[in-house]
């Protein structure tokens, strides 16, 4: 009677078996097999290496073009550096003896408030299905101090991974407003800053790589906690900020280097309206980051302002876009809804009002939205059309509300 070779079990007691020259297994004894073979390739990194093979750069970029209207410079930046991150994983577990090690690159993406850059991180982590965590530096000080420890970075990107350490090894952390913890002037401070300068130099080692003690839990509510070991040295670091007032900075540096008999032609060749792309890691020192965390983010990126053909695209073109969630979501109820033309446009004329981006997009169509979902009907099929008149009904009774508020 044939039987499995590794549990023994016969084959009348097992719903497949894979009968071979030397020995059988069953279906069972094969999954569990499959199970420590991906187990194994993930604690050696191959297993999003090997992922990773399939997607290069160009592919990373189509994908986020799906989600993320414009901003190309940014999306090849973080496309590259992204793939070339998770090389350099592969290569730390490949034989090759040849003395080159590849360093890691970290990002910073500077942009206005609503352009984008949370967006691009968490899409690019859904692409390669990594753990990823967004930590808001603006609640970080310095150890010793009220506030969170810089290493509750990885704490929050240890629960995402769902506490597997080899997986938060090689995940991604977003570190949202990293200009407010820019130190108050270019000196180095003679008082100690706590929530600026002192983050900064807590964030140096997490950058560059080391072996940090980790709470589980987060620090200083569960003081009895065993501490985690956790090599940073392949977790990818993508900072964001909007760095407000650092066209200044641009502006002034770009004018005391225009000199010469050429310097009001030069001039007259710079974009006044859009700054950021003229940045430059001396644009980051002056603003007030300490020249070690410059270094160690060696990729530099900036998002364009968002106008309005723009933000129209971001209303209705992505796979996620705000338009097709309304959509989406009243047909579930058996209601059609459209959208008029004029709607949209007036929604984008409101959002660059409020100069608050794409965000802004959001919160103007759920005041538009807000009585639609509660009244609508969903006994029988029925069509439902925003009309411009509605929306600026809803629009200007929300706006009443809050000045009378005020």
Partial sequence: MKKCSFCGRPEKKVSLLIVGKDGNICSSCAKDASIIVKEDEVSKGIATARALELAKPKELKSFLDQYVIGQNDAKKVISVAVYNHYKR??????????????????????????????????????ELQVPFAIVDATVMTQAGYVGEDVESLLSRLLQAADYDIKATEKGIIFIDELDKIARKMDNPSITRDVSGEGVQQGLLKLLEGSVVSVPPEGGRKHPEQKLVKIDTKNILFICGGAFDGIEKIISKRLNTQVVGFNSIKDGERIDRENMLQYISPQDLKSYGLIPEIVGRIPALSYLEPLDKDALKRILIEPKNAIIKQYIKLLKMDGIKLEFTDEVLDYIVDKALEFKVGARGLRSICEAIMIDVM?????????LMKITLEYAKERVDILHSKKLKAA
């Fill in 89 to 126: 994983i592969k290569s730390a577990v490949s034989f090759d003896n040849d003395g080159v090690e590849i360093e890691k690159s970290n990002i910073v993406l500077v942009g206005r408030t609503g352009t984008g850059k949370t967006l691009i991180a968490k899409t690019i982590a859904k």
């Fill in 374 to 382: 509660y009244d609508m009907d969903s006994d029988e099929d029925n």
